[in-house]
Nanobody, 119 residues
Framework: QVRLVESGGGLVQAGGSLRLSCAAS????????MAWFRQAPGKEREFVAR????????SYADFVKGRFTISRDKSKNTVYLQMNSLKPEDTAVYYC????????????WGQGTQVTVSS
């Protein structure tokens, strides 16, 4: 069973930083794309960033470009989301997700970690 466990969320002031972690286990992720999504109360879930496990190639939503960085540590089976210059509108539950390539769906999800940005 694939398991994704997020951590690192919390309360931070606007302009501050947080680093989220996603511990992945259960299989080899060599052919996977790992991603971060977020969802605020009453809003739709939205894509934040993704990374190829093997190549490290990344892609970002426009609203986080220049502020957020996704990365992974293969030796630790961990995906990170470094969030800088945080804004109140970044407040949401952040989820880690995994899928076997771009053609597939995100079939595996973590439980989420709360990020709250105060103004």
């Amino acid at each position: 069973q694939v398991r994704l466990v997020e951590s690192g969320g919390g309360l931070v002031q606007a302009g501050g930083s947080l680093r989220l972690s996603c511990a992945a286990s259960g299989r080899s992720f060599s052919n996977y794309f790992m991603a971060w999504f977020r969802q605020a109360p009453g809003k739709e879930r939205e894509f934040v960033a993704r990374i190829s496990w093997s190549s490290g190639s990344t892609s970002y939503a426009d609203f986080v470009k220049g502020r957020f960085t996704i990365s992974r540590d293969k030796s630790k089976n961990t995906v990170y989301l470094q969030m800088n210059s945080l804004k109140p509108e970044d407040t949401a539950v952040y989820y880690c997700a995994a899928r076997p390539g771009l053609a597939g769906q995100y079939d595996h999800w973590g439980q989420g970690t709360q990020v709250t940005v105060s103004s």
